[in-house]
């Protein structure tokens, strides 16, 4: 399938093949399981509710995920990395900031 990236997704995925080999051997690991089996498989993939129903994330470690969509033959990469926050009872919330329609 055709990828194609959201600016911060590829800023994400450029990173990571910079900074830390180890995460971006399993993004890629991801990438092309997500290419053989759409929504299964590896990562614990999980649909993605309210507005950003339609995308699914996959677990790349404990704290950074992988966004995507597949639509019309094409995988649409969101993002590649971490956007967590803690929260003032120190759980951990999913922040995503959408820029990809």
């Known amino acids: 399938m055709v990828k194609r990236w959201s600016d911060e997704a590829w800023e994400d995925f450029l990173f990571w093949q910079k900074n830390d080999k ?10 092309k399981d997500i290419d053989r089996n759409g929504y299964a498989g590896i990562g614990k993939p ?7 129903s339609g995308y699914w994330s996959r677990r790349i470690n404990e704290g950074n995920r992988i966004v ?16 967590y926050k803690k ?8 922040c995503l900031f959408l820029s990809l329609v």
């Open 87 to 94: 929260n003032k009872k120190g759980g951990k919330i999913f």
């Open 68 to 83: 995507y969509k597949i639509e019309n033959g094409e995988i649409w990469f969101l993002q590649c990395g971490s956007h």
């Open 22 to 31: 180890k995460v971006f051997k399993k993004i890629l690991e991801l990438i």
């Open 46 to 52: 999980e649909g993605l509710k309210h507005e950003l």
